[in-house]
């Protein structure tokens, strides 16, 4: 079983940044993709950004140009900085994890509020 522990949310005003960790333990099979994915008040939960374990990476539109994913596949930590926050941003944040045997893992999720 993977456990996803997130950390780095919080509140922050607009044109703020914010780092989001979040580490990946117990997983015996290694972990191909991590990414996080957002789920705001009265919407469906989106994908925001991907890296697998190559490096690739992945973004919605809406963050393009201001979030950055990066990985440290030797700690299995991913990491998502994300700049220029609007207040459109704020929701509650997923760490996802897809093992080597295409089986999904998600964290409890974080809140991160901007601030207009």
């Known amino acids: 079983q993977v456990q996803l522990v997130e950390s780095g949310g919080g509140l922050v005003q607009a044109g703020g940044s914010l780092r989001l960790s979040c580490a990946a333990s117990g997983s015996p099979f290694g972990i191909n993709a991590m990414g996080w994915y957002r789920q705001a008040p009265g919407k469906q939960r989106e994908l925001v950004a991907s890296?697998?374990?190559?490096?690739?990476?992945n973004y919605a539109d809406s963050v393009k140009g201001r979030f950055t994913i990066s990985r440290d596949n030797a700690k299995n930590i991913v990491y998502l900085q994300t700049n220029s926050l609007k207040p459109e941003d704020t929701a509650v944040y997923y760490c996802?994890?897809?093992?080597?045997?295409?089986?999904?893992?998600w964290g409890k999720g974080i809140l991160v509020t901007v601030a207009s």
């Open positions: 996802n994890a897809v093992n080597a045997f295409g089986m999904s893992y």
């Open positions: 890296v697998n374990s190559g490096g690739s990476t």
